[in-house]
Nanobody, 122 residues
């Protein structure tokens, strides 16, 4: 079993940067693909970014490419999402997810965090 706990969310202004983190329990963290999704009010949960177990491969949604960076520290069982040049449309609950396939579908992931709010004001 893998448990995921997000941290680092909050309220920022448009153009600011923010880093959210996800701490995972379990010794198999270093074998897992890690991903971030987000869900805005009234919208479906959408893929944001993913990173392979080795951190060699990353994958981003077009809407965040060039602004967001996903990274991981397997020694700390933690995955990060650095968000730069934030826009009001980035406002959402951000969810950390873990799975075994590097992909952008919710079905690629078996474990989910509780989510953390990120709000970007204009």
């Amino acid at each position: 079993q893998v448990q995921l706990v997000e941290s680092g969310g909050g309220l920022v202004q448009a153009g600011d940067s923010l880093r959210v983190s996800c701490a995972a329990s379990g010794r198999i963290f270093s074998w897992l693909v890690m991903g971030w999704f987000r869900q805005a009010p009234g919208k479906e949960r959408e893929f944001v970014a993913a990173i392979s177990w080795s951190a060699i491969s990353t994958y981003y949604a077009d809407s965040v490419k060039g602004r967001f960076t996903i990274s991981r520290d397997n020694a700390k069982n933690t995955v990060y999402l650095q968000m730069n040049s934030l826009k009001p449309e980035d406002t959402a609950v951000y969810y950390c997810a873990a799975g075994i396939r590097l992909g952008g579908r919710r079905s690629d992931y078996n474990y989910w965090g509780q989510g953390i709010q990120v709000t970007v004001s204009s």
